[in-house]
Antibody, heavy 117, light 112 residues
Framework: EVQLVEAGGGLVQPGGSLRLSCTAS????????MSWVRQAPGKGLEWVAT????????YYVDSVKGRFTISRDNAKNSLYLQMNSLRVDDTAVFYC??????????WGLGTLVTVSS | DIVMTQTPLSSPVTLGQPASISCRSS???????????LSWLQQRPGQPPRLLIY???NRFSGVPDRFSGSGAGTDFTLKISRVEGEDVGVYYC?????????FGGGTKVEIK
């Protein structure tokens, strides 16, 4: 059974940093593109970033370029999102998803990031 | 960026009756490999999104056959043949033909 478990969310002040992680199981992690998608409270879905199987290609939505970094550790079956210079409008539930080049097949339960003073 | 526009915003439906959601993209979703990476996702209240349909019309594992997808190019449709109570939620179309990946604004399906 495919499982994606996000962690690392919490309350952070504007300008602060946070590192999200996603631990994958039930599939061969190293052979899949992986993505982060976020959802602000009461709003729709917004794609954030995608990384290729070997980490050699990374893509970001314009609003996070230069502030967020997606990475992965295939030995640990883990996906990460380093978020710096956080803003109030980054407040959202962040979902880890398997895929990104064609479709997003599986989603985690999400982790809530709240940016507030 | 490809803009995805969904209609209607809300769809009140009687149990057992059909529902239809439209999604239009601002440019063709046909990829250079010949595939069209248009997906439909369902988000029930309080739950994460779940993939229903991929590449326009392919039902994902475990998705009931009352859900069907159709369309081509820039116009796509998700149909529910007979709405059941568990179908309540928000439905999103999504394109993965090119980065940035983009979603429609969502259509809320609710029971009358």
């Amino acid at each position: 059974e495919v499982q994606l478990v996000e962690a690392g969310g919490g309350l952070v002040q504007p300008g602060g940093s946070l590192r999200l992680s996603c631990t994958a199981s039930g599939f061969t992690f190293s052979t899949y593109w992986m993505s982060w998608v976020r959802q602000a409270p009461g709003k729709g879905l917004e794609w954030v970033a995608t990384i290729k199987e070997d980490g050699s290609e990374k893509y970001y939505v314009d609003s996070v370029k230069g502030r967020f970094t997606i990475s992965r550790d295939n030995a640990k079956n883990s996906l990460y999102l380093q978020m710096n210079s956080l803003r109030v409008d980054d407040t959202a539930v962040f979902y880890c998803a398997r895929g990104g080049r064609q479709q997003l097949l599986y989603w985690g339960l999400g982790t809530l990031v709240t940016v507030s003073s | 960026d490809i803009v995805m526009t969904q209609t209607p915003l809300s769809s009140p439906v009687t149990l057992g009756q059909p529902a239809s959601i439209s999604c239009r993209s601002s440019q063709s979703l046909v990829h250079s490999d010949g595939n069209t990476y248009l997906s439909w996702l369902q988000q029930r209240p309080g739950q994460p999104p779940r993939l229903l349909i991929y590449k326009i019309s392919n039902r994902f594992s475990g998705v009931p056959d009352r859900f069907s997808g159709s369309g081509a190019g820039t116009d796509f449709t998700l149909k529910i043949s007979r709405v059941e109570g568990e179908d309540v939620g928000v439905y999103y179309c999504m394109q993965a033909t090119q980065f940035p990946l983009t979603f429609g604004g969502g259509t809320k399906v609710e029971i009358k």
